[in-house]
């Protein structure tokens, strides 16, 4: 169990946070670096870690093998300044009490290295607790990262769980309403730049960028291949738009009616696909594509044809 003083003192190091008495709790301070998209999976304790770039979009849900770690905070000076600071200190501990919690930092005063403090993924469920088991403070000879502190693969990853793709707008020919054995051409709009990028950085100490590159897409007709044949030889990176001299290569042929079906439609789904690489291979470390997903009703009729009797 940390002392009180400690807990108190890295509160008001980090974001002004008071604990209750006798408790152990991670400081709740501004949030940095969060994806945006349908469900959160970045949200950063500290605003140690910076990140730029892959605004707006959605995610994939990527999430950080580790979710806690610890960051480099300052140096001996700085940190006995901000540690040893009236102004921060918000508690009512005893003279000595305080001057025995600095005396570790004051000890460091001249020596080169770095001070180390921990952070969490408030968006992982288990982020408070791995920051419940590291020290509030530790300190690291000049290039050197103590067990536990962040990597550059580890921020690699937190720039992986920030990158965000645009979601695509689904467009079909024909578009209101489709027909059996009639090719449905399939393509996006909205997709803008065909490339992404997020870069993660601990300003000074490391950075890492990654490039997301729009590459193919993949369409699920919604239904088995005994009802539709999906043909994907030309849809390339955003699918084929529909030409009326043109050679059917990007969509659907759905073979049975969807009257059956629930709300007598199916549901298509096209997925676009944007492999991941490390600029300049600044680590060795692969990643999975990114791919979100949009979808779209299809309703498919039967083509009604009108039989004359000869006449006789």
Known sequence: MRTLISVLMAGSLMAGYQAPPGEKEPPDVNVRGGGEGRTRHLD??????????????????????RPCWYEPAGNAEEMFKKISDPRG??????????????QPFKDKLGQEG?????????????????????ELFVFAPPNTTP???????????????????????????????????????VW???????TRTVTASIPGVMSVTLVATLKEIKIDPGTSQDRAEVTESGCGAAGKP????????????????????????????VSTVWPVEVADNAVPVQFAPVEVSATRDVPVGEIQSNVTPPAN
């Open 114 to 134: 770095l001070w180390w403090v921990p952070a969490y993924n408030k968006a992982d469920p288990n982020g408070a607790v791995c920051w419940a088991g590291l």
């Open 242 to 269: 529909f030409t009326k001299s043109g050679t059917f290569s990007c969509g659907v042929r759905y073979l049975h009616s969807s009257i059956d079906q629930p709300g007598e439609k199916y549901t298509l789904t």
């Open 44 to 65: 950063i304790s500290t605003d140690t870690i910076k990140i730029s770039g892959s605004k707006g979009g959605e995610s994939d849900g990527y999430r950080i093998k």
């Open 188 to 194: 996006l709009d909205g997709v803008g730049e065909p």
């Open 147 to 185: 067990p536990s502190g962040i990597t550059l693969e580890q921020l690699a990853e937190v720039a992986r769980a920030a990158l965000t793709v645009p979601k695509p707008t689904i467009k079909l020919n024909p578009d209101a309403k489709s027909y059996v054995n009639l090719p449905t051409w």
């Open 89 to 102: 200190n918000r508690t009512q501990a005893d003279t000595d009490r305080f001057r025995e919690f600095i």
